[in-house]
């Protein structure tokens, strides 16, 4: 297992070390693990095509490395703790053997029907353990998994099922969220019926709801289970096999498939979990993310689990059944480490510090920020109010396509700054880059984000079609993997992540392109043409301005904004929802026909003094007219 950087001078030399020596450097790191078979060569690279390959040549799995390779010496150690959405119902804990036994066994029942190396299988579950055991099970038998965030409505589901042509699914029949119950096999069904290669769904009841099961197709999870062997094989992969496909929104309209292998993939998340978290043996982990998300693979999932720590998994929300659910929860449980998103933060600091003080936080050691920029009056509150001061907060940047964590400090042992991410990990080569892709040398500067060499959890292509990979991350600056990220390096060479630079927007946390809104928000029959924008929101980070133009010229603006929203969660789900929605008679263009996003920008963001140049505008009056009517 992995020991953690103990202090600053070690964080020095390893970070001079991956640089000057990277092979040497993660074949050291990649040691710590169980391979069937090890590399003939540590690193193949070049950011043209892209190829980056690690560890080529090596054999391994990833499930023995989480859960195989603790049983001797922690078998009984916990390695879930799983919280329901309701205080009131029993809590659960597996031990390392018992989940071991649980993904085995789910492990044959994906193998018995019919699921085998290299398949693609969907994941669409509630925070519950059976999670875990699917995404775990997935990997044991070499199927890729690609969880879909149960959030998601079922337009989007089968969109994503579509494009990397999945041939199982695997759900609930519904899950709880807060006060309420929220269906999952029915949006399944939906979804299917506009898929082709999807030949069984295993359900699992989790709510006791009424759904309906086609014959020959659904399943019920405990009927699989019944009469199935505790022992699986593994499936021995090559380093760079697939292990899972997860789905992010980009600059255009679909979602890209982004493709994580087995071998880089386990060595980076492994190895970053334990150094930013200083994790020792006896900790209590909590990461808050959904498993949907990247952040719940590689540090809710894989990261503990490889390192041998207890995770702690949680079905809920932050305020439910009030807004001390979360404190209710670390004391409950103990948690050590506590790793969660500026969003759930800010909204718990709305609340207030009475929530807070209910509840012993005498056991936290470590906090943990990701997603979107932590503002500094959050990372204060954060500071003080749970982690008394005395826990080190580590504000995490990383992204989807980077697999695991690549600026932050190390809990404890690098300095801290509120509202900057920090130094880079060992492994991790960040650049500021200017508009013409040139490196912006020095400090207290600003530009571009890229990162100039392989790390081994990067993402390796895009599902499908290489060469959106490579456009979308290896084309704008040649020689460099793009984050789509501004940052700036202050005066010590510290980082501060300012925010996206193209057309994505940060809700709560979760990434969207405007594009993606606007093509929801396009499939309602009265919208002629809509322009979504980002603006600041206290809670969420960034809120969903859109600009719509109605085809009819007489409507119900109320009537017509409600539809619109129905559309766009219709097609994408609740977390997509504009939160404005202003109507208008035209969008400002420029003469070849291009929507002008900067000045909606600013109209959205409430700054209308300065809207820059709209001479040239096919029509400077709806400038006017857009500005007037601002919500
Ligand atoms: C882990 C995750 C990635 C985008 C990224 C940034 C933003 C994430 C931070 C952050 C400032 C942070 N993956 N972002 N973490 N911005 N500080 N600590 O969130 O693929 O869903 O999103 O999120 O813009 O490019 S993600």
């Not at 109320?558 to 766009?568: C, D, S």
């Amino acid at each position: 297992m992995i020991k953690p950087i103990a202090n600053y001078e070690a964080y020095l030399e390893a970070y001079q070390k991956s640089v000057d020596q990277p092979e040497a450097f993660w074949a050291d790191v990649a040691s710590h693990f169980q391979w069937r078979k090890p590399w003939d060569k540590v690193l193949d690279w070049n950011f043209d095509e892209p190829k980056i390959s690690w560890f080529e040549g090596a054999q391994l799995n990833i499930t023995e490395n989480c859960l195989d390779r603790h049983l001797a010496e922690h078998g009984n150690k916990l390695a879930l703790i799983w919280e329901p959405n309701d205080p009131k119902e029993r809590f659960v804990r597996y031990t390392y053997r018992e989940l071991h036994e649980h993904v085995s066994r789910f492990g044959n029942v994906l193998r018995k029907n019919g699921i085998e190396k290299g398949d693609r299988v969907c994941i669409y579950m509630p925070m519950i353990p059976e999670l875990m055991v699917a995404v775990l099970a997935c990997a044991r038998i070499g199927a890729v998994h690609s969880v879909v965030f149960a959030g998601f409505a079922a337009h989007s589901v089968a969109d994503r099922i579509n494009d990397s042509g999945c041939k199982m699914v695997i759900t609930a029949d519904a899950l709880n969220r807060g006060a309420k119950q929220i269906p999952c096999k029915a949006v399944v069904d939906e979804a299917l019926a506009e898929c082709q290669t999807v030949e069984k769904v295993i359900v699992f009841e989790r709510v006791g709801w009424p759904v309906h099961m086609e014959p020959g197709r659904d399943f019920w999870w405990h009927d699989e289970l019944k009469g199935v062997s505790a022992h699986c094989e593994p499936a021995v992969m090559e380093a760079e096999d697939m292990l899972f496909i997860l789905y992010t929104s980009g600059s255009t309209g679909k979602p890209k498939g982004v493709v994580h292998t087995c071998g880089g993939y386990m060595v980076y998340t492994a190895y970053t979990f334990a150094n930013v978290f200083q994790v020792k043996p006896n900790d209590v982990y909590w990461c808050t993310a959904d498993v949907g998300w990247i952040t719940g693979h590689s540090y809710l999932v894989y990261g503990p689990l490889l390192n041998g720590a207890t995770t702690l998994m949680f079905e809920g929300v932050p305020t439910y059944p009030d807004p001390g659910r979360f404190w209710q929860v670390c004391d409950k449980h103990a948690v050590t480490i506590f790793y969660t998103a500026p969003t759930a933060i800010r909204s718990l600091m709305a609340a207030g510090e009475d929530h807070v003080l209910s509840y012993s936080l005498d056991k936290l050691r470590v906090l943990g920020s990701v997603g979107e920029p932590i503002n500094e009056e959050a990372w204060h509150w954060y500071h003080i109010h749970v982690g008394k001061e005395r826990c080190p907060l580590t504000d995490t940047w990383w992204q989807t396509e980077t697999g695991g964590i690549m600026i932050a400090a190390l809990a404890g042992v690098s300095p801290l700054k509120p509202g900057h991410a920090g130094y880079p990990l060992p492994g991790v080569q960040p650049v500021l880059l200017d508009q013409e892709g040139k490196e912006i040398e020095g400090n207290d500067r600003e530009g571009y984000l890229a990162i100039k060499f392989p790390w081994p959890s990067m993402i390796r292509t895009t599902y499908g079609d290489h060469e959106r990979c490579r456009l979308n991350y290896f084309d704008t600056y040649k020689g460099y993997y793009f984050t789509g990220d501004g940052a700036r390096r202050d005066e010590q060479g510290m980082y501060r992540i300012i925010g996206r630079v193209d057309d994505v927007i940060n809700v709560s946390g979760h990434r969207f392109g405007t594009a993606e809104i606007e093509n929801a928000i396009n499939q309602n029959e009265h919208v002629a043409e809509s322009a979504v924008v980002g603006y600041p929101h206290d809670i969420k980070g960034q809120g969903i301005y859109a600009f719509v133009v109605c085809r009819e010229k007489e409507f119900d603006p109320v009537n017509l904004k409600g539809e619109i929203t129905e559309t766009v969660v219709a097609q994408i789900g609740k977390i997509a929802k504009p939160d404005k929605i202003q109507i208008v008679s035209g969008l400002p263009k420029t003469r070849s026909g291009k929507i002008m996003r900067r000045i909606l920008r600013k109209v959205a963001e409430g700054d209308i003094s300065n809207l820059g140049d709209t001479s040239t505008l096919l029509d400077p009056l709806v400038v006017d007219e857009i500005v007037e009517g601002k919500l």
